[in-house]
């Protein structure tokens, strides 16, 4: 059993403080001056939502109906699944019916006339036959390996929710990367048109003769060096766009039509605080080690009841006859006959019974 939390309300000295700013500043996105912490809040499972963003709703959405490593880890999870179904089968009896029919030709086949008639000496013998076996599970084997199998499929459903989950982080990073790309490219071109009319300005007055040339040079090297800052935020962008489409499923040739910019996005409003231990107990990965120590745990278990002697019970029934009908119906006209037979012989042996005792008196 796990430890109780401490009996703390908070984790400073102080009251944990709201990230507000001053209450005239308003961001056009909600930001900071609207958020807040909520003690003991939980982040809901479709998180991206809370950007409150269409198009990186769609992208989403893309991403999980077109990946290919979420697909092979829920048809993981199907095998697993069904793997648990099988097992459990071996709690019950098991029943196998083997149908036989052959054709056999009766004795002194061979002493005949080849004028005679050799199909009279061919008949058909029907030997149907079922067999009902059942294990006892004594010691606890199949029981274990079925808990075996059960934490395997634990495991590969929280294998299945950490894909999702990086999935769909690495999806919301790389828009919300692209529009902090977008950003900076923007500022760099205000930057740059900036500094480009300022150098005009210095070269009227260079021509005026109100400034040195010195100055003039200052402001062209400013300007060349903002310049250079430009294609590599370009190069990191046309990036970024790479990534989102190989994250959606698609070819690099089909380029994802969504694009994002920081106002677009909106900051979630509230944000949720809890202990570290509860995140901890939400990880996917500790999940599924938790789900292999119980799946080696069974195994041993397993391995001991191999040790031990193993139990068959098992019923075999059946039946003979020359025809089909004799077979599927007890009541045929040569069975009845055949039981007939039987009395007559068992009345015969009761009636020479009695008259032996008489005798003997």
Known sequence: MPPEAPPVTRYTKETLANPSAADSVRTRQG?????????????????????????????????????????????????????????????YPTLTATPQAQEAQAPGLNLQSPLNNQSQ??????????VVSYSPDVFGGNRRQIESLEATTENQRFQLEAAYLSLTANVVAAAIQEASLRAQIDATKRVIQAQTEVLGLYNKQLSLGQIAGADVVQQQAALALSQQLLPPLEKQLAIQRDL?????????????????????????????VSL???????????????????????????AVANRLPQFNISVTGG?????LAQVVNPGHPSSRSSARRRRRSS???RCSGGSGRRRRR
């Open 319 to 323: 039946s003979s006859a020359v025809r």
């Open 244 to 272: 989102l489409t190989a994250l959606a499923g698609r070819l690099p040739s089909n380029e994802v039509s969504e694009t994002f910019t920081l106002s677009a996005l909106r900051l979630p409003t509230r944000l949720p």
């Open 347 to 349: 009345t015969r042996a």
């Open 121 to 130: 000496y061919l008949y058909s013998l029907f030997t149907p036959q079922a």
């Open 276 to 302: 570290p231990s509860r995140l901890v107990q939400q990880r996917p990965d500790v999940k599924a080690a938790e789900a292999l120590v119980q799946q080696a745990s069974a195994n041993v278990g397993v």
């Open 31 to 91: 930001g900071s001056a609207d958020q807040s912490f909520v003690s003991g809040g939980d982040i809901p499972g479709q998180w991206w939502t809370l950007f409150h963003s269409k198009a990186l709703n769609r992208l989403v959405e893309q991403a999980l109906a077109n990946n290919p490593n979420l697909e092979a880890a829920q048809a993981g999870l199907r095998i697993a699944q069904q793997n648990v179904l099988a097992q459990k089968g071996t709690l």
